[in-house]
């Protein structure tokens, strides 16, 4: 059992370590919310 | 998501396939005759493995926050060069506030979907070419705009400088020679934890979930 959990533990941060490692892919990535935000306020200002 | 539960489900049956290898090829006595030995070497070898585990998930971690702040900042830089943009009376106001719009429709449309195979659009690049050019020109000829001109220049190196890091973000990955300490070191943890033996199966069981510190 104790060498089940090790395993799983290690296995779960090396693939933690591996998907943030890639900041704009796989399951955690930085969204473009900064962006979406730039979107929304220029669309709404004015540009004669 | 499937690919991660397959790689765990992999890792815990490689475990599982050396544990049974171990006690097929020696007995629990003999084992727990060197209990104190193997406790020494797990005691080394994990606490090693999970500070060099510690630091580099840390690391990532701080890395990708970076990678947040550095988005927030470049889009927050876009907007501040299209109102720049609106206080210039230059004929180069309108085509540099255009630019600034399809900049980030740009890179929400496509640049981000991009990005997940490590790819850059060109537009991108050549856009912010492009706003340098106009914003020099603007400078040139800005005798009463001179101020706007200026900061104008100062947000869209700002600009320039967020896209470039955004770029190296997406492109740099941890290096080989760190993954490899960092899945060798795993083996060799769970490996030297095979080799403890138990007296009783049961017992050590109740006693692990009673007080797994």
Known sequence: LQVLVLTFLIALVLIAIADIDRPYQGLVKVEPEGFLFAVRTLHSQPNP | ?213
């Open chain 2, 1 to 213: 998501v499937l690919n991660n539960v397959l790689i765990i489900i992999a890792c815990v049956s490689g475990a599982v396939l050396f544990l049974f290898l171990v006690t097929r090829a020696s007995t629990a006595p003999s084992r727990r005759e060197s209990n104190d030995f193997t406790g020494a070497v797990v005691a080394v070898i994990g606490t090693t493995y999970a500070v060099i585990l510690a630091f580099t998930l840390s690391g990532v971690w701080s890395m990708f926050q970076q990678a947040q702040a550095n988005e927030e900042q470049e889009a927050n830089a876009v907007v501040n060069v299209f109102r720049i943009a609106t206080q210039l009376q230059d004929p180069n106001a309108k085509p540099i506030r255009d630019l600034c719009v399809r900049y980030v429709d740009n890179t929400v449309g496509r640049e981000w979907a991009m990005m997940e195979k490590d790819q850059m659009t060109p537009e991108g690049a050549e856009m912010i070419n492009r706003l340098w050019t106009l914003a020099g020109e603007s400078q040139a000829h800005a005798q009463p705009d001179a101020i706007a001109a200026y900061q104008l220049m100062e947000e869209l190196r700002g600009l320039t400088q967020y896209r470039r890091l955004r770029a190296m973000q997406s492109r740099e990955h941890l290096p080989g020679i760190l993954w490899t300490v960092l899945i060798v070191g795993g083996i060799i943890t769970v490996a030297a934890s095979c080799f403890f033996g138990v007296p009783n199966f049961r017992f050590t069981f109740c006693r692990c979930w009673s007080s797994p510190s």
